[in-house]
């Protein structure tokens, strides 16, 4: 074949490959631009759109910039209301005026509180053992002066009578050796007798009034204790007032507040998320399917099918001084294949 045949059919090739590359790019494009543009249908399908709502006690505001997305909103409270809720607040400025004062107000309960933790700090630094000691120890310097006035009496009227002397009812020593009773005379006796039953009875009585003592001192400490706790709940407690015109200025806030929330429900049920997922899904299926007819060239393939045709080319040849057919067919006979394990030219031999 004549180096000018190649050479066409080379070209021929090669320029079918690049328009078919050019054909190829530009429907890659087109698929871009299509999938981009469903993307922004669908955006602008879904996007939020608030709706401008007035109620009773007030009126929303949103403001778009020149995008047309929402770059504000507010809403406008009704003016009765907006003047309710000055005079409550000008009540709240009252209540916590009043909550300020409640820590001096309420200072004599931390005081006296203090005052009972430290006498009852008192009461319980004895022990119900060392309490019971003292209280015989008072009950009977109590006692003292009423019992020598009773001695000095029983001792008059025994010497008055002449029986001073008379001592009866001694016992001998105990079997552990400690000394047995001592001879008295009978009222000496009854006088002793007496005594001692009050010393057991102050005994008794003694160890009551240790408990009773520990008792005591712990219930100041609950008491003051409970001073100081009411004290404390009194300075929480007025904060009442205060928090009560507060949570009047929110409620009336929120009745305002209803005109935002209802447009912004509003606008959320008209966004159209489905809808915007079918343009999406609608139109990536559309590029896709015109890709490949854009990208189809029909001069890039015919020009490679020439270029890639033995025809066109023994056409070419012969156009440019034909063919040395007797070269062929000394080179590869019929039914032998070439270097390539092909048939050489098989219309050839034909």
């Not at 999406?280 to 020439?306: H, K, M, R, V």
């Not at 045709?309 to 070419?316: K, L, Q, T, Y």
């Amino acid at each position: 074949m004549p180096m000018a045949a190649a050479a066409i059919m080379g070209g021929s090739s090669l320029l079918g490959g690049l328009l078919a590359g050019s054909s190829a790019k530009k429907a890659a494009q087109i698929q871009a631009d299509a999938q981009l543009k469903s993307a922004q249908l669908a955006a602008e399908e879904a996007r939020f759109r608030p709706v401008g709502v007035t109620t009773r006690f007030g009126q929303s505001n949103f403001q778009t910039g020149p995008d047309g997305r929402v770059s504000g909103a507010g809403y406008t409270l009704d003016p009765a209301l907006r003047a309710y809720q000055d005079r409550f607040m000008g009540l709240a400025g009252g209540g916590l005026s009043q909550a300020e004062m409640a820590q001096q107000q309420f200072a004599p309960l931390q005081q006296g509180a203090q005052g009972l933790f430290g006498l009852g700090q008192q009461y319980l630094a004895q022990s119900p053992q060392q309490a019971a000691q003292q209280y015989i120890a008072g009950q009977q310097e109590l006692l003292a002066p009423s019992r020598e006035r009773e001695m000095a009496q029983l001792q008059n009227r025994l010497f008055n009578t002449g029986r001073g002397g008379l001592s009866v009812g001694a016992t001998s020593a105990r079997p552990s050796g400690a000394a047995g009773l001592g001879a008295a005379s009978p009222e000496l006796e009854a006088y002793y007798n007496a005594i001692a039953q009050q010393d057991a009875q102050l005994a008794a009585g003694a160890q009551q009034a240790g408990m009773d003592q520990a008792r005591f001192g712990a219930g100041l400490l609950g008491t003051g204790g409970n001073l100081l706790t009411q004290g404390y709940q009194g300075q929480a407690a007025a904060l009442g007032p205060y928090e009560a015109y507060l949570a009047q200025m929110k409620q009336l806030e929120a009745l305002g507040q209803q005109s935002l929330d209802i447009g912004s429900g509003i606008g959320a049920k008209v966004a159209n998320p489905s809808g915007a997922q079918s343009l999406y899904s609608g139109g990536i299926a559309a590029a896709g399917s015109n890709a490949a007819a854009n990208a189809y060239n029909p001069f890039a393939t015919a020009l490679t099918q020439a270029g890639q045709n033995p025809a066109f080319g023994r056409g070419v040849s012969n156009l440019f001084g034909g063919s040395n057919v007797a070269a062929d067919i000394a080179a590869y006979p019929a039914g032998n294949p070439n270097a390539t394990g092909e048939y050489s030219n098989p219309g050839y031999w034909t």
